[in-house]
């Protein structure tokens, strides 16, 4: 935070003072917890009788857990980590699964053990997985079992010595669970391993005896400044790094988000559809901890792809919040399901992860009657930075003004700031940010510069406070010297009603510099590289227009959606170079 002891004073002097409307505190309320076991502890209690989590298929089928449910289950686990393997507190725990019923509980267990959690994306491949689970030193990994296959590899000259396995059909009645694990093995979706495994259950199982010897409580009891979870990031941009993220820096961004959503957030009565992935940053801070801590109910989706998967959940759940990221939103209205029967009872929907195009949020408004807000925040930040506000105004285009209890600058290459509307890196204090990157003191350094989170983002700030990115620094495109920023591209071309999908990168050309190049997904074979490029010039400074239209079936995507530019780019030069 700002080198003041007078923080309302320091606040009332920001550009954002008053934004976030009447009745909210210039700090965010401090969650009453030492650390996050305390927190799913007392939620647990509070809310027992709740239904917290329920995983719907895209047929329908469903099953659920209840708030005393879930803290049984996890205290299980918790035990049969400490008690039964012999874990001590801080050792690192990997977990790969998707939105299941069995990830709270997995995780949950973990936090309640004090040791760390560590999140894996289970679409990773096996090298990735190995470098993962090397660098973070996990002891222990529970993963799905439709993903055992990469294990024999993926554990190569790692420290994983037990490794536990997960059905999607876990906790569902025992017909049910009977008859979706017997379909998933007749579509050969479970291989088998030569890896020798354990089952979820039998730990939960082996966890309940071990209680039998005691509570649980002590085994917890972390203090706010200890690690609570590795969450891997710049696998997109280069090798992956952990970021140590504090019982405090999760404790810190689940009060100021519960501070930000207070006049919309009833505790126990709402319903939030968890479509992104559990593992990612996004969905963990804001979908998991923060409406588990408020009493409300999860409807977990294994895989938003494709966008058809959700149907179900919408029909047979009245929805009333949602996270999401541009590419679902924009799925979800292609459909036309989803625009004949759209969620009546929506009235909280937040976007993050990647640039929200300002003609999917009009879409939005339209199809759905209330509006997306935008946010922003980053793996090393737990995640949220700044959103818009849910009282004051929702500025599209914009990621908001900085939540409760941040700071947010925008400066130039020597770290000075920069004068409103003048684009700059955007960085950040706060207590959600990091301690640092896990055995990397030199990344941390960089990324912590002079006690200031540099994001890699490039961004400008208004009068107001609010803040519009433009892009990330690695992406700019430089055409004869002028920067080209691939997301104002992108934007403008997605309000081509032919377009579904879109990708901007810069080519190296011939001169030294860059040509735009656009990637596109049409829903109209018709569509022609010239009739893009002509409603791009109506709407764009001509340096900005794409001089290259590649069509394709689909891009590039990571799990959460992010268009992966980085692939595009490298393909681009190994053609230049084939050439």
């Known amino acids: 935070m700002e080198e003041t002891k007078d923080y309302a004073a320091f606040y009332d002097a920001q550009p954002w003072a008053g934004e976030w409307g009447p009745g909210v505190p210039k700090e965010p309320e401090p969650l009453p917890y030492r650390n996050m076991a305390e927190l799913i502890r007392r939620a647990s209690i509070d809310y027992a009788g709740n239904t917290a989590f329920t995983i719907c298929l895209d047929n329908g089928m469903d099953a659920s857990l209840k708030y005393h449910e879930v803290d049984q289950l996890s205290d299980r686990f918790a035990a049969y980590l400490r008690r039964e393997l012999g874990l001590a507190a801080g050792d690192r725990v990997a977990v790969q699964m998707p939105n299941c019923l069995s990830f709270p509980i997995a995780a949950f267990g973990i936090l309640k ?15 990735e997985m190995n470098h993962q689970f090397k660098d973070s030193g996990a002891s222990v990994l529970v993963i799905i079992d439709m993903f055992a296959d990469k294990l024999e590899e993926a554990l190569k000259g790692t420290d994983i010595k037990k490794v536990l396995t997960v059905s999607i059909a876990e906790f569902f009645p025992a017909a049910k669970r009977t008859l979706l694990k017997t379909v998933l093995k007749l579509k050969g979706m479970v291989p ?46 280069g090798v992956a790094k952990g970021a140590e993220l504090m019982h405090s820096n999760l404790l810190a961004n689940v009060a100021q988000v519960i501070t930000l959503s207070g006049p919309v957030m009833r505790y126990g009565e709402e319903t939030v559809m968890t479509a992104l992935p559990l593992y990612h940053i996004f969905a963990f801070s804001f979908n998991l901890l923060g409406f588990y801590v408020t009493g ?26 949602f996270a999401g990221v541009n590419i679902l939103f924009q799925g979800l209205l292609n459909e036309e399901w989803f625009r004949n029967n759209p969620p009546k009872k929506l009235d909280l929907t937040i976007s993050g992860g990647t640039a929200l195009h300002s003609s999917v949020a009009a879409k939005w408004q339209e199809v759905v009657g209330s509006q997306i807000l935008e946010g922003y925040g980053l793996s090393e930040t737990s995640p949220t930075l700044s959103v818009n506000p849910v009282q004051g105004e929702n500025r599209i285009g914009t990621i908001g003004v900085p939540v409760p209890g941040t700071i947010i600058r925008i400066v130039d290459e020597n770290d000075n700031p920069v004068a409103p509307g003048e684009v ?20 941390s350094a960089k990324a912590l510069k002079g006690g200031w989170f540099h994001t ?35 934007d403008c071309l997605s309000a081509h009603e032919d377009i579904m999908e879109v990708a901007v990168i810069g080519v190296p050309n011939a001169t030294g510099g860059e040509t735009v190049r656009a990637y596109i997904v049409s829903r109209n074979p018709s569509l022609k590289a010239e009739d893009v490029i002509a409603f791009a010039r ?15 079936d689909e891009l590039p995507k990571t799990p959460v959606g992010k268009i992966l530019r980085k692939d595009l780019r490298q393909e681009a030069l190994q053609e230049a170079n084939a050439a």
């Open 296 to 321: 409300n109910r999860n409807i977990l989706i294994p895989s938003p792809r494709p966008v058809s998967n959700l149907r179900k959940a919408f029909e047979k759940f009245e929805i009333n919040k």
């Open 424 to 443: 700059g890196e955007i960085v950040a204090k706060g207590p959600q940010v990091m301690r640092g990157y896990w055995n990397r003191p030199d990344e």
């Open 538 to 552: 109506e709407r764009l400074t001509a340096y900005k227009v794409p001089k290259e239209i590649i069509f394709r």
């Open 192 to 237: 088998k391993t030569t890896v020798t495994t354990t089952p979820f259950a039998e730990a939960l199982a082996l966890g309940a005896k071990q209680l039998g010897k005691g509570p649980i409580a002590d085994l917890g009891n972390r203090a706010p400044d200890d690690t609570a979870v590795l969450q891997y990031t710049g696998g997109t941009t």
């Open 113 to 127: 053990a004090g040791c760390v959690l560590v999140n894996v994306n289970p679409l990773y491949t096996a090298h």
């Open 456 to 490: 890699g983002d490039m961004g400008y700030m208004d009068e107001r406070g609010y803040i519009k990115v433009v892009d990330r620094k690695k992406d700019m495109i430089d055409v004869s010297g002028f920067n080209v920023y691939p997301n104002e591209v992108e």
